[in-house]
């Protein structure tokens, strides 16, 4: 069974400083990988996705995610970070074929200080 | 505006009651879906329709109960079975296809009296 990890609960990153956000999947095959954004008692926002191609995929709001397949990694990362990315991040995997065995990992609650 | 809407934003349960979480979307999708939020976990499939009139059981089926009499709505009941209802449900839709994404709603806090 497919599986997501994000390895780190909390994060706390200076303002414009740069942040990468660890996930790690389990799959046999290639998945489609998702980053999503949740702010507090908000629903999900997609950042970017991967489904094939350039493994280097550029999202919303400056963020950016790379595919490495012998790492089973999806990191997402941004160069300068602002106090509004403030929020919960989870990285999710799924099959090619529709959304009802996408699995989402435990999330990612990133903090920024001044 | 095209969204999803969920009400209320807020619902408390009494034992023994069960209540109905609405979702309502005006994006033509075909798919919907409903999650369950805990903290500290990811999102859980509770249960999800890719047309009207027919819906399917994700992981955590039990206790819940859902129709889809039209295309634009997929609302959840939380039953008395459901002995640890307290969490963050969320609402999702999709067009079926290649490349499509997840929609959400801006969910519904439940919690027990």
């Known amino acids: 069974a497919q599986s997501v990890t994000q390895p780190d609960i909390h994060i706390t990153v200076s303002e414009g400083a740069s942040l990468e956000l660890r996930c790690n999947y389990s799959?046999?095959?290639?998945?489609?990988l998702f980053w999503y954004v949740q702010s507090p008692g908000q629903g999900l926002q997609l950042l970017l996705k991967?489904?094939?191609?350039?493994?280097l995929v550029q999202g919303i709001k400056g963020f950016e995610a790379e595919f490495k397949r012998s790492q089973s990694s999806f990191n997402l990362r941004k160069p300068s970070v602002h106090w509004s990315d403030a929020a919960e991040y989870f990285c999710a995997v799924g099959l090619q074929q529709g959304f009802q065995k996408l699995v989402f990992g435990t999330g990612t609650r990133l903090l920024v200080s001044p | 505006d095209g969204g999803i809407t969920q009400s209320p934003k807020y619902l408390f349960r009494k034992e023994g009651q069960n209540v109905t979480l609405s979702c309502e979307q005006n994006?033509?999708?075909?798919?919907m879906y409903w999650y369950r939020q805990d903290p500290g976990q990811g999102l859980r499939l509770i249960y999800y329709?890719?047309?009207?009139?027919?819906?399917q059981k994700g992981d955590i089926a039990e206790g819940y109960s859902v129709s889809r009499e039209k295309k634009e709505s997929f609302p959840l009941t939380v039953t008395s079975a459901q002995k640890n209802p307290t969490a963050f449900y969320l609402c999702?839709?999709?067009?079926?296809?290649?490349?499509?994404?997840?929609?959400f709603g801006s969910g519904t806090q439940l919690s027990v009296l």
């Open positions: 799959y046999g095959a290639t998945p489609y």
């Open positions: 329709s890719q047309i009207v009139n027919d819906f």
């Open positions: 999702a839709s999709t067009r079926i296809g290649v490349n499509e994404k997840l929609f």
């Open positions: 991967y489904f094939s191609g350039d493994t």
């Open positions: 994006l033509n999708h075909d798919a």
